[in-house]
């Protein structure tokens, strides 16, 4: 089992910025990748980004230039700098992983762990 916690969510003015953390334990030797997911009132899970054991980064093109996925392995935490926000950036965001390489789902379906998520408001 792995457990993963979501922190550094909150509310943010247009054009700000937020670092979000997410820190695993448990049985998170065999990891493969890490990811950020968000889910907007009325609309359905996006990914936003996700890194791999490699350091190899993957980014919806919404965020691409704004947001930066980045991992501490000695923290066991995964990170998301979030730059330029934008009120459409408003959501839940949820930390994941998975056990296995390969393309990214755009709605998380092949992650295997989730965290309980946290909010972002971003007010314009």
């Known amino acids: 089992q792995v457990q993963l916690v979501e922190s550094g969510g909150g509310l943010v003015q247009a054009g700000g910025s937020l670092r979000l953390s997410c820190a695993a334990s448990?049985?998170?030797?065999?990891?493969?990748?890490m990811g950020w997911y968000r889910q907007a009132p009325g609309k359905q899970r996006e990914l936003v980004a996700t890194?791999?054991?490699?350091?190899?980064?993957n980014y919806v093109d919404s965020v691409k230039g704004r947001f930066t996925i980045s991992r501490d392995n000695a923290q066991n935490t995964v990170y998301l700098q979030m730059n330029s926000l934008k009120p459409e950036d408003t959501a839940v965001y949820y930390c994941?992983?998975?056990?296995?390489?390969?393309?990214?789902?755009?709605?998380?379906?092949?992650?295997?762990?989730w965290g309980k998520g946290t909010l972002v408001t971003v007010s314009s």
């Open positions: 448990g049985s998170i030797f065999s990891i493969k990748v």
């Open positions: 994941a992983a998975r056990y296995q390489y390969g393309s990214d789902c755009l709605m998380g379906e092949d992650m295997d762990y």
């Open positions: 890194i791999n054991s490699g350091g190899t980064t």
